[in-house]
């Protein structure tokens, strides 16, 4: 049988990853590792920006009433899924990009950005620089505690790493809790985010692209649970 699928991204992107999983047929496990919290923030002038840099769409969940006031600007997303976000709250997206948020940046040079606003997570990995003007945190995610037992129940499974944080929160407890990762596969929303991983997990593929659809493909390459 297929090796199910842990789902380790904070609420509400958690259920929504299970939810795809569940229409493509694989069986899932809910983790989540952070909470995600909104932050105060003061809404820049939008006349002093030519697009908004969005690399998830926590940052229109969270960003509050001040979102509104930002949608005169075309929209640069990472992944599908923030795209259809950005079209929900009302923008028009520019472009889409393929990769990573430092590939996004690259698109809005190609796309003559120059004063770009990206609207982030306090943990974050794009800088102000280039086609970026100013980079804004407008949510935070908080670690949440995970049960002995709950995390034991990761051995056998794919865990999925939507974030590098993710990553090296996972290995942490991992280690911690003394299981053997060589009893955990890793699936990762990136190659950057696959990257951040130590040696020893039980293999680690990395999404062609930014979307759930890839990351659930790229977990076929993975071996197969014991006894399939």
Do not use: K
Request: net charge negative.
């Amino acid at each position: 049988m297929t090796r199910v699928l842990a789902v380790l991204r904070p609420e509400p992107g958690n259920a929504a990853t299970c939810a795809r999983a569940a229409e493509a047929g694989f069986a899932t496990l809910s983790l989540p590792l952070f909470a995600v919290e909104a932050l105060d923030w003061d809404v820049p002038d939008p006349a002093q920006h030519d697009a908004l840099i969005l690399t998830s769409a926590n940052a229109l969940r969270f960003g509050g009433a001040g979102i509104a006031a930002l949608t005169g600007l075309p929209v640069l997303a990472v992944g599908p899924h923030t795209a259809a976000a950005a079209r929900a709250a009302g923008f028009d997206v520019m472009a889409i990009g393929s990769g990573d948020g430092a590939q996004i940046a690259s698109v809005a040079h190609a796309h003559g950005i120059r004063r770009a606003l990206h609207l982030t997570g306090r943990d974050r990995t794009l800088a102000a620089g280039g086609a970026i003007a100013c980079v804004l945190p407008v949510y935070q995610s908080v670690a949440v505690p995970v049960a002995p037992d709950a995390l034991g129940a990761l051995d056998g499974t794919i865990a999925l790493l939507h974030s590098a944080r993710a990553a090296r929160r996972l290995e942490t407890l991992v280690t911690a809790a003394g299981l053997e990762r060589s009893h955990i596969a890793i699936a990762a929303f990136s190659a950057a985010i696959a990257a951040t991983l130590g040696a020893g997990w039980g293999g680690v593929v990395a999404a062609a692209t930014p979307d759930d659809a890839a990351l659930f493909a790229a977990t076929l390459a993975l071996p197969r649970a014991t006894g399939d």
